[in-house]
């Protein structure tokens, strides 16, 4: 309470902006500071589905908390913590009061995938009054949520509670269904649905096409994190899906994924070394993950390539060779180009070897329907204000539209979408682009001149 | 939940499974699988389909007691429930009048052959069938081998049913004597296949196998079924099942497929 009182509450609320789902931030901030704590996570509710989930995993550092104007003298309010603590608290308490649903449409949307995109989705269109039935590949919700962020960062009772939360306010869940290999979303929309919504995810990984990658002990990140995840492999012989026995595990890369893999092994009893190309100022992954990670003593290898991963004759891991870099001139991403120092090849002992350098777009929904216009990069193009696609009532948002992004920008995604949906589901047509943003600014500059 | 129908042993380690998946049903196609999981702690084992009936809503599995999984799944009676089956996955078989069509099944492909066989009758190709098994009584499923097939042929290791070798080695008898085929598909154990490939190589026949990785999701998330196709790594979930036989890296198939042998043998025990 004491924290939330620190909120200034500006008028122009940067923080509010600041948040890919514009969250009403002052208020909920001076909802927690008069101890009404139910009331602080359901206002938060009313823009976003997900509080639980993204009090634990958003990059708050460079939203909200990144533009609160406490920054320029001293720290931003903890406005994530507080989100988590409001959520929290609504829901161990039992109160968790559902949103008043709009008149029924009559109108039937079919979501594909039950992670962030989508649930966000499912909760807006529910609400706005329409049938909402999302399809689901695996055999439980949450998508990246459930299978890919570790328990220790994201508690899979936090999922199913949110998604508990949708069930009762109706939307139907379809679980071990593969859109494209069961209905097809052309299929979808001559049948029972009116408009789609496609967030199926960035659920194809990447490798780096060096050799050895095929070995027994390398896996993809998705991979290992959904053995150890969705599987529940820690628990074998309880679970049946066999866990990953190494006695050292190197990650390849600098993201969320890699800390989260690097970490998942040190809970699986193993020595866990990461191992990325650039320096640390450049890796991708949130400070905090970053600084967990060092904490536990996970070994950090920077400005390190994996040039070949090492086998025996079994074609099982024994190790990785890698060359040292040193960072050259920037590149199209402005960060500076790593590049190899000749000579400096060494190797590093390991039985598994985890690559979490990213993820390309599943290509089973475009493979099974015609007209969906893709990026070269294999992603779905979308109208931003509307995040339609090149066929009517198609949407789509999260990964297969951003490559591989946050949980909170797929649901700022999610949002836009079903604000589009609404509108085209009520009249048939997309609502219209908003208008420029007026430039006042001039105006001012030219009082100073 | 998925309802087990039918529970019929075939052979010695071997179930024929029937279970109520009306979704898989509708859609499934020759060359196609699914993943299933007998309750929430199982694995997610993909099991080639062997049949399905639309109007009933229910896909057929033949399944080998290998392992803690199959033999939870085996263990099930008419009227039990499966937590989980996902499917129709991986892509369907092109079909086509190819005109001869040699099918080659062993192992659980006994199984896995009749819709390919089915498929490549109904496109109007002359279908020769080879079934092998270990011995007598270990065959099954004849009378839907002859519903497609022009010729069926049956072998056994040790000569007690039908001819005494493997089909891979009629066949090659077959093609010595000239007889004309214009495609082979194989199913079964990764032995079996590559041999079969190495077999028609030099007769240049285009020879199509199901390769059967482990696989954790399906869908191509995990990567876990990687395989080398052509110098080229696939995904046998959705680039596959079936690949070019002739640029399969048979070996790493195999050593992938062992990967938790040691940790699967202690659970077992």
Redesign the interface.
């Given at each position: 309470m004491i924290e939330a009182a620190r909120c200034l509450a500006c008028k122009k609320p940067k923080c509010v902006a600041g948040c890919p789902v514009n969250i009403d931030i002052p208020s909920f901030l001076h909802l927690i500071e008069e101890g009404k704590f139910v009331e602080a996570a359901q206002k938060i509710k009313e823009t976003n589905p997900l509080p639980a989930v993204c009090g634990r995993v958003c990059p708050q550092e460079e939203q909200c908390e990144k533009v609160c104007v406490l920054t320029i003298k001293h720290e931003s309010v903890a406005i994530g913590r507080l989100e988590r603590f409001a959520a929290d608290y609504e829901r161990n308490a039992g109160k968790i009061k559902l949103p008043e649903i709009a008149e029924k449409t009559g109108k039937n949307v079919a979501i594909v995938g039950a992670g962030p995109a989508g649930l966000c989705v499912a909760g807006d269109l529910i609400i706005a009054g329409h049938e909402v039935t999302v399809f689901e590949a695996l055999q439980k919700p949450g998508g990246v949520l459930m299978y890919g962020i570790p328990d220790f960062r994201l508690p899979e009772e936090i999922i199913n509670a949110e998604v508990q939360t949708l069930s009762d306010l109706g939307v139907n869940f379809r679980y071990d269904y593969v859109v494209g290999r069961n209905d097809t979303i052309p299929e979808m929309l001559a049948g029972d649905f009116d408009a789609v919504f496609i967030g199926s995810g960035a659920g194809l990984p990447s490798f780096q096409g060096i050799p050895g990658e095929n070995l027994i002990g390398v896996f993809s990140a998705n991979e290992y994190l959904t053995r150890a995840n969705l599987m529940k492999a820690y628990r074998f012989p309880e679970y049946d899906t066999p866990p990953i026995e190494a006695g050292h595990v190197t990650t390849i890369g600098g993201g969320n994924v890699a800390m989260d893999s690097a970490r998942t092994a040190l809970r699986l009893g193993s020595r866990s070394t990461i191992v990325y190309r650039r320096a640390r100022e450049q890796m991708p992954a949130r400070d905090e993950e970053i600084h967990h990670a060092e904490e536990e003593g996970i070994k950090f290898n920077l400005l390190t390539n994996p040039t070949k991963i090492l086998g025996n004759s079994r074609r099982e891991v024994i190790g990785m060779e890698c060359i040292r870099m040193e960072l050259g001139e920037p590149d199209d991403s402005g960060r500076r180009r790593p590049v190899p120092i000749e000579g400096s090849e060494f190797e590093i002992e390991c039985d598994a070897v985890v690559v979490a350098i990213g993820n390309k777009p599943n290509p089973l929904i475009p493979q099974t329907m015609e007209g969906l216009e893709l990026t070269r990069w294999g992603t779905v193009v979308t109208e931003e204000h509307t995040m339609q696609t090149s066929v009517e009532g198609v949407y789509a948002g999260g990964d297969i539209v951003s490559g591989a992004a946050t949980v909170i920008s797929a649901m700022g995604q999610g949002k836009v979408a079903a604000r589009a949906m609404d509108h085209y589901l009520r009249t048939g047509k997309n609502p219209d682009p908003p208008p420029p943003p007026p430039p006042p600014k001039e105006k001012s500059k030219k009082k100073k001149e | 939940m998925f309802r087990v129908l039918g529970n019929r042993k075939v052979t010695p380690n071997a179930h024929e499974m029937i279970v109520e998946a009306p979704?898989?049903a509708?859609?499934a196609q020759a060359g196609?699988f699914a993943l299933l999981?007998v309750n929430?702690?199982?694995?997610?084992i993909p099991y080639t389909l062997s049949d399905w009936d639309k109007e009933a809503g229910s896909v057929t599995f033949i399944v080998l007691e290998v392992g803690?999984?199959t033999s939870?799944f085996v263990r099930l009676q008419p009227g039990d429930e499966v937590?989980?089956?996902?499917?129709?996955?991986g892509m369907p078989l092109e079909v086509d009048n190819f005109g001869t069509v040699a099918l080659i099944g062993g192992c659980y492909g006994l199984g896995g052959v009749v819709p390919v066989g089915r498929t490549m009758k109904a496109a109007g190709n002359r279908v020769i069938t080879f079934v092998e098994a270990r011995m007598e009584g270990m065959h099954y499923y004849l009378d839907k081998y002859e519903s497609f097939s022009d010729e069926v042929v049956q072998t056994t290791t040790d000569g007690s049913n039908g001819i005494k070798g493997h089909g891979v080695d009629i066949l090659e008898a077959r093609l010595k004597e000239g007889v004309q085929v214009d495609r082979v598909f194989a199913v079964g154990c990764p032995f079996m296949m590559m041999i079969t490939a190495q077999l028609t190589q030099p007769y240049e026949i285009k020879t199509f196998a199901a390769l059967n990785p482990i696989m954790?999701?399906g869908?191509?998330?995990?990567?876990?079924c990687?395989?080398?196709v052509g110098e080229e790594?696939k995904?046998a979930c959705?680039d596959g099942p079936f690949f070019d036989a002739h640029l399969v890296d048979w070996h790493?198939l195999r050593?992938?497929r062992a990967?938790?042998i040691r940790?699967?043998r202690d659970?077992c025990k």
């Open positions: - | 979704e898989v509708r859609k196609q999981m929430e702690h199982s694995e997610r803690k999984s939870d937590a989980h089956v996902t499917g129709p996955l954790l999701d869908t191509g998330m995990c990567g876990a990687r395989c080398t790594t995904f959705v790493e050593d992938r990967a938790y940790i699967e659970v």
